[in-house]
């Protein structure tokens, strides 16, 4: 196990094959997709976990598997990626989050959060994180303002057709001084 980070209930690693069949029910789960234009497919799965290592590489970060550090158990994933549609903002480093349904509601995406920003700060050098989500995403949003970000705005995403409820996201950033 290729270890990142620790926390005092979860360990945040790279990512590993066996990983892809949690991934692919997370994706799966209407629930946990609800404020993406739609479920990932399998093959759409095994598409954004190949990014993913791409990221990896190219950067020398990414989106990090959570898990339990007791029990091992797949929860999530928490992490880095850089943003680079067409908005005010991009291209930035965007931290974001994505856990199973089962394991929301007990901190794990805030503590992994957390843990995340220190780490994007102060070992990766980072000046400033943005985070966003759609309006209706409440859940998100609350994450975020309980890691420290501060809403900015909103906007439009570029990826979403402009008359789905999904379009409007908010924006949220932290910088390294506050």
């Not at 196990?1 to 926390?7: A, G, K, P, V």
């Not at 005010?88 to 931290?95: A, D, K, W």
Request: charged fraction near 25%; hydrophobic fraction near 40%; include cysteine.
């Amino acid at each position: 196990m290729n270890s990142i980070l620790q926390t005092e209930r979860l360990t945040l690693r790279a990512w590993e094959t066996n990983d892809l069949l949690d991934c692919i029910e997370m994706n799966l789960d209407k629930e946990v997709m609800k404020y993406f234009p739609a479920i990932l497919t399998k093959e759409q799965t095994i598409e954004f976990y190949d990014r993913v290592q791409k990221h990896f590489l190219e950067n020398g970060f990414g989106l990090y598997v959570v898990e339990n550090t007791i029990t091992q158990e797949f929860l999530g994933y928490t992490g880095f990626m850089i943003a680079n549609f067409e908005a005010i903002f991009t291209p930035c480093v965007e931290i974001g989050w994505r856990f199973k349904k089962q394991y929301w509601g007990k901190g794990y995406a805030t503590e992994a959060a957390k843990a995340c920003l220190n780490y994007g700060f102060d070992t990766l050098g980072f000046d400033k994180i943005y985070s966003f989500t759609a309006t209706p995403n409440i859940k998100s949003e609350n994450v975020m303002k309980r890691i420290g970000m501060i809403k900015t705005g909103t906007f439009s995403h570029p990826k979403i057709d402009k008359e789905h409820i999904l379009n409007l996201h908010v924006i949220y950033e932290i910088g390294k001084s506050l």
